[in-house]
């Protein structure tokens, strides 16, 4: 009889042991279908706002839906959209007409960043230059006495022409380059810059051949610059499982990636490739598409649980920043947010796991291992960074940051399904569904603020005021979305929300611009910074 019960206990023990196998291949396929759909050519690298992201959330809603998920977007839809402002765009009304030739837009002529929206009309000749008619303006000898000169800045000399030209009356500059000299010019739609004086436009040495050969010919020329304000449309996916609890726990990831690298966040330096982001985040969209399964089974009833597939994050946080600014559930009720980003690459060697926003609340030293029999986890305290959950973490709720690691195919072409260490990522799901299970039932986690991480990538310059910026925000300079503590920012007295608009002599009017800024310091430099603060106007002494 012993025997015999001892045979049994086995064979019960084999038993299960070969179903969590199966289970667990099971999850292993799942993963690889969903990050070959999400990181297929086809989608293009689903850039937000594109037919690619559509496509992307479209699988997502699929797979929520076949779970049971509840939509929790907008209008009892999974989507809920967002605006993205992709700066300005040169309007199909815009024409260039030379003697009733009309020029081509972007390939005969094109307004610099700087042109302001304006008409003219005007009958003159290139070797007849006067008040009243445009004037016509070789930049060769200003590229050829600048060539050697670091500090030189072309658009700011032809912005300074401009001026000078208006102050004698004319109307208008159109520049060309007959030097040998590349001048790299082109209208920026993302760069602010304040208008010039009056309408400037490059016309290339193919169009001055073909229609200002003859400096006595007469020319009439009717001009129409119009810029328009360019937006996209993101859409986060959202859905709802709901265990008719008090309080929610948001499980999210961000699906959208780098496109074809046009908003230039990309590190690849040859000829514009797809960006499929298959480890970002495909990796992290399928390990919440999984997860949203497993705990759509499961027994862990005491918080109802919100999945969202955030759009918009490779632009700056923008779909999960939009979400805290209008989420679909009460943000009040929500005990913690747990982000995946990038969990498709644990080292077989290492097995390491960085797990984010430890220190924002001690629930989580009481909860979280460090070891488990396949996951060594680096523990990292700060509940901010250059992902989505840092959105959260800004409306003061506990966060846990999943990251297995950056690799040389990052923000890269290279960045493929095959890459995809589909094991480690079961491993690490696994490791992720045991945290939600030993937090439930716990009650609200305390939150604590800590120690502040730059949510943007540049290393462009060597020097940091210790803010947070908001990509999201469209006016002009970099909006504080959080000063990080015992940083220059604090130590000066600037806060969150204030605007910064000049450091030292640089003013700005974008991120771009500020980093410029910035890269003109280096440590010990002391610079004056100008920021508004609601309707005023401080200014703040710092030393790097």
Not at 86 to 101: E, K, P, T
Not at 262 to 285: F, K, M, Q
Not at 493 to 518: C, N, R, T, W
């Amino acid at each position: 009889m012993k025997y015999l019960s001892i045979l049994f206990l086995f064979l019960c023990h084999n038993s299960i042991a070969q179903k969590f196998k199966k289970a667990d291949k099971i999850i292993i396929s799942s993963l690889q279908s969903h990050i070959a759909f999400l990181a297929d050519d086809k989608l293009e690298g689903r850039r937000t706002g594109s037919e690619g992201e559509k496509k992307a959330a479209d699988y997502i809603m699929a797979a929520f839906t076949k779970t049971g998920l509840t939509p929790k977007g907008d209008n009892e839809t999974f989507l809920q959209q967002f605006e993205v402002n992709d700066g300005r765009a040169v309007s199909a009304s815009s024409h260039c007409i030379i003697n009733g030739h009309d020029l081509q837009l972007n390939k005969d002529f094109f307004p610099l960043t700087c042109c302001p929206s304006q008409s003219l009309e005007a009958t003159c000749a290139l070797a007849m230059q006067e008040g009243g008619s445009p004037w016509f303006y070789d930049i060769k000898d200003l590229l050829d006495e600048n060539k050697n000169n670091p500090h030189f800045d072309l658009e700011d000399a032809i912005k300074t022409k401009a001026l000078q030209v208006k102050q004698k009356g004319c109307t208008g500059l159109f520049i060309y380059n007959s030097s040998t000299i590349k001048d790299e010019l082109q209208f920026e739609g993302k760069r602010k810059t304040d208008p010039a004086a009056i309408p400037v436009v490059y016309i290339s040495n193919a169009a001055r051949e073909k229609y200002l050969k003859d400096e006595t010919e007469t020319l009439d020329i009717k001009l129409k610059i119009a810029l328009e304000d360019k937006k996209r449309y993101g859409h986060n996916v959202a859905g709802f499982i709901n265990n008719g609890a008090a309080s929610t726990v948001v499980i999210g990831a961000h699906y959208d990636h780098l496109g074809w690298g046009e908003d230039h966040n990309s590190l690849h330096a040859g000829d514009p490739a797809i960006h499929n982001g298959a480890d970002d985040n495909a990796s992290g969209t399928a390990a919440l598409i999984e997860l949203s399964k497993m705990l759509k089974a499961s027994k862990l009833k005491n918080s109802n649980y919100l999945f969202i597939a955030f759009s918009g994050e490779e632009l700056g946080l923008f779909g999960s920043k939009f979400f805290v600014e209008h989420p679909t559930v009460d943000l009040s009720t929500v005990n913690y947010m747990i982000n995946m980003d990038m969990v498709g690459r644990l080292n077989d060697s290492t097995h390491a796991l960085t797990v984010g926003g430890y220190g924002t609340s001690p629930s989580w030293g009481q909860t979280l291992t460090a070891k488990d029999k396949f996951i060594t986890v680096k523990f990292d305290s700060s509940g901010s960074g250059p992902s989505d959950h840092t959105s959260f973490y800004r409306k003061d709720i506990p966060v846990l940051f999943f990251f297995t690691g950056l690799h040389t195919d990052y923000h890269k072409p290279s960045d493929d399904a095959d890459r995809i260490n589909y094991t480690g990522e079961l491993m690490v799901l696994k490791y992720i569904y045991k945290a939600i299970e030993l937090n439930n039932g716990k009650g609200k986690p305390v939150f604590t603020k800590t120690r502040e991480m730059q949510t943007g990538t540049s290393t462009r310059f060597k020097v940091t005021l210790g803010i947070m910026p908001d990509y999201s925000f469209t006016g002009d300079g970099v909006r504080a979305d959080g000063v990080s503590a015992g940083k220059i920012a604090e130590k000066a007295g600037m806060k969150a929300g204030d605007i910064i608009v000049q450091i030292g002599d640089h003013s700005f009017a974008d991120m771009q611009g500020y980093m410029e800024a910035l890269s003109k310091f280096k440590k010990g430099d002391a610079a004056k910074v100008k920021v508004k603060r609601g309707a005023e106007e401080l200014i703040f002494d710092v030393v790097f």
